[in-house]
């Protein structure tokens, strides 16, 4: 089934069985299952590349229908990292998913990226796309890197063989406000679509050894005018050499949310009588472990977009979940909600909660 | 000259690309370079300052702030944008 699987790209005589067994071999970390994250998985799983990594900790939205093409109306609300897999998977049964619903942070950054050989980010924010630059100087790992703006996109290879970084052409992170950052300014739909796909075909140029890489050159997308241009640029030496990550990134996360550690949480909860708390968990789940009853109320969290609430808006509203996962999404559902309330996650879900009681 | 805006600075300067009058427009007599540039466009366009990383290319090469540029070369403002 394989050779007649991909024998339209095995017949080219600059692809060829090997470059397929390149593939196959290969190791892709995607950051992101957005606008670009979408379609470059979707060709990358298509064409064969034997294991994907993919980090995402959204939930769709309806405002992602409009660029994010796999996703439906029927997702609404759901996870976009547990939705693309699925799609990715009855695409390619071959593929090897490995998943991360977090986003990444410093903390996480060089651990993940040290089991990949090659890195595409499609983040949607200058703090991770900073943070991807310096985790992949420090290990060594080249990324394909594209980005959308409007009716533009920038691409580019950096970290290749030695070539230059992302911080030997744009040095410093931009400050907030600055720039557009976290998708509020708009996009045309298709913008992300070309984008991705360019950075699909990169990464196979770099995992395959074919064709000329991008690496040292910016490619400029204009949408409106169809004009390509490639800025040619080298690297600074002081930029190719990181030693660690820096403290701080600021938000890597362009939904930041209020939490709480499970210890702080477990004295207020023995403690006040009247606390608000929403447990996110399924029914069946709530039900079947109710260590929340007592206090809390159980809305799982695909109703959470439909729920009214009727809760105290001068006090904080706690989330919780079994792990945290899910509640912490559930804050940023509410968040966008209900204006004027405090939502906070308690971190690490009822798994940590139990741990402390013992 | 022809200067090509993209990202942010298209909208700092309202169009996609700015026509710049030759000769000695930003202030130098003989030579002009980039470093000239940036302070001219950040007069005439002073949300531009507030940039901290901004890439200029002339002629589709990246050019620092020593590069010499003549009337007759095409330069590009090239912020980084973040969108995905």
Same mark, same amino acid.
């Not at chain 1, 045309?188 to 770099?206: D, F, R």
């Not at chain 1, 990550?245 to 362009?254: D, F, I, M, Q, R």
């Given at each position: 089934?394989?050779?007649?699987?991909?024998?339209?790209?095995?017949?080219?005589?600059?692809?060829?069985?090997?470059?397929?067994?390149?593939?196959?071999?290969?190791?892709?970390?995607?950051?992101?299952?957005?606008?670009?994250?979408?379609?470059?998985?979707?060709?990358?799983?298509?064409?064969?590349?034997?294991?994907?990594?993919?980090?995402?900790?959204?939930?769709?939205?309806?405002?992602?229908?409009?660029?994010?093409?796999?996703?439906?109306?029927?997702?609404?609300?759901?996870?976009?990292?547990?939705?693309?897999?699925?799609?990715?998977?009855?695409?390619?049964?071959?593929?090897?998913?490995?998943?991360?619903?977090?986003?990444?942070?410093?903390?996480?950054?060089?651990?993940?990226?040290?089991?990949?050989?090659?890195?595409?980010?499609?983040?949607?924010?200058?703090?991770?796309?900073?943070?991807?630059?310096?985790?992949?100087?420090?290990?060594?790992?080249?990324?394909?890197?594209?980005?959308?703006?409007?009716?533009?996109?920038?691409?580019?290879?950096?970290?290749?063989?030695?070539?230059?970084?992302?911080?030997?052409?744009?040095?410093?992170?931009?400050?907030?406000?600055?720039?557009?950052?976290?998708?509020?300014?708009?996009?045309?739909?298709?913008?992300?679509?070309?984008?991705?796909?360019?950075?699909?075909?990169?990464?196979?140029?770099?995992?395959?050894?074919?064709?000329?890489?991008?690496?040292?050159?910016?490619?400029?997308?204009?949408?409106?005018?169809?004009?390509?241009?490639?800025?040619?640029?080298?690297?600074?030496?002081?930029?190719?050499?990181?030693?660690?990550?820096?403290?701080?990134?600021?938000?890597?996360?362009?939904?930041?949310?209020?939490?709480?550690?499970?210890?702080?949480?477990?004295?207020?909860?023995?403690?006040?009588?009247?606390?608000?708390?929403?447990?996110?968990?399924?029914?069946?789940?709530?039900?079947?472990?109710?260590?929340?009853?007592?206090?809390?109320?159980?809305?799982?969290?695909?109703?959470?977009?439909?729920?009214?609430?009727?809760?105290?808006?001068?006090?904080?509203?706690?989330?919780?979940?079994?792990?945290?996962?899910?509640?912490?999404?559930?804050?940023?559902?509410?968040?966008?909600?209900?204006?004027?309330?405090?939502?906070?996650?308690?971190?690490?879900?009822?798994?940590?909660?139990?741990?402390?009681?013992? | 000259?022809?200067?090509?805006?993209?990202?942010?600075?298209?909208?700092?300067?309202?169009?996609?690309? #700015?026509?710049?009058? %030759? /000769?000695?427009?930003?202030?130098?007599? =003989?030579?002009?370079?980039?470093?000239?540039?940036? +302070?001219?466009?950040?007069?005439?366009?002073?949300? #531009?300052?507030?940039? %901290? /990383?901004?890439?200029?290319?002339?002629? =589709?090469?990246?050019?620092?702030?020593?590069?010499? +540029?003549?009337?007759?070369?095409?330069?590009?403002?090239?912020?980084?944008? %973040?969108?995905?």
């Amino acid at each position: 089934m394989e050779f007649n699987r991909y024998q339209r790209q095995t017949n080219l005589n600059d692809f060829g069985p090997e470059a397929q067994q390149k593939l196959k071999d290969a190791r892709i970390l995607v950051i992101g299952a957005g606008g670009l994250g979408t379609p470059a998985l979707s060709y990358l799983n298509a064409m064969g590349v034997g294991t994907l990594g993919i980090i995402e900790q959204d939930i769709i939205e309806l405002t992602n229908l409009q660029r994010q093409v796999l996703y439906t109306e029927a997702d609404l609300g759901n996870s976009k990292l547990k939705t693309l897999v699925a799609h990715l998977k009855s695409q390619n049964s071959a593929t090897h998913f490995i998943t991360y619903e977090t986003f990444l942070n410093k903390d996480n950054a060089l651990e993940i990226i040290s089991q990949f050989d090659l890195v595409v980010d499609g983040s949607d924010n200058f703090s991770t796309r900073y943070l991807v630059n310096d985790a992949c100087v420090i290990l060594n790992k080249p990324f394909v890197s594209g980005a959308i703006q409007g009716f533009e996109g920038q691409l580019s290879v950096y970290n290749y063989k030695g070539g230059p970084t992302y911080r030997c052409l744009f040095p410093n992170m931009p400050l907030a406000n600055e720039i557009p950052n976290c998708n509020v300014n708009g996009v045309l739909g298709v913008i992300p679509g070309i984008i991705g796909s360019l950075q699909a075909l990169e990464a196979v140029k770099v995992v395959a050894q074919i064709g000329e890489v991008m690496s040292g050159k910016l490619v400029l997308f204009n949408g409106l005018l169809h004009r390509y241009q490639i800025m040619r640029f080298s690297a600074n030496p002081g930029n190719t050499i990181i030693k660690e990550l820096k403290e701080s990134y600021g938000s890597e996360n362009c939904y930041p949310i209020t939490t709480i550690n499970s210890g702080e949480f477990l004295k207020i909860w023995k403690s006040e009588d009247t606390l608000q708390v929403i447990d996110v968990r399924t029914e069946e789940e709530f039900k079947n472990d109710p260590c929340t009853k007592s206090k809390a109320i159980n809305i799982p969290l695909n109703q959470l977009m439909e729920f009214n609430l009727d809760m105290d808006i001068n006090k904080p509203i706690y989330l919780i979940c079994q792990s945290g996962q899910r509640s912490s999404t559930g804050v940023k559902i509410l968040q966008d909600k209900f204006e004027g309330f405090s939502f906070v996650n308690v971190a690490g879900g009822l798994n940590k909660l139990l741990i402390l009681q013992k | 000259m022809t200067i090509l805006l993209f990202g942010i600075t298209k909208d700092i300067v309202g169009s996609s690309t #700015l026509s710049m009058p %030759s /000769s000695s427009e930003f202030g130098a007599k =003989n030579t002009k370079t980039v470093k000239e540039l940036r +302070i001219y466009l950040g007069k005439m366009y002073p949300e #531009l300052n507030k940039l %901290s /990383s901004l890439a200029i290319a002339v002629n =589709n090469s990246y050019a620092d702030d020593d590069t010499i +540029i003549d009337n007759f070369d095409e330069i590009a403002l090239i912020p980084p944008v %973040s969108g995905g």
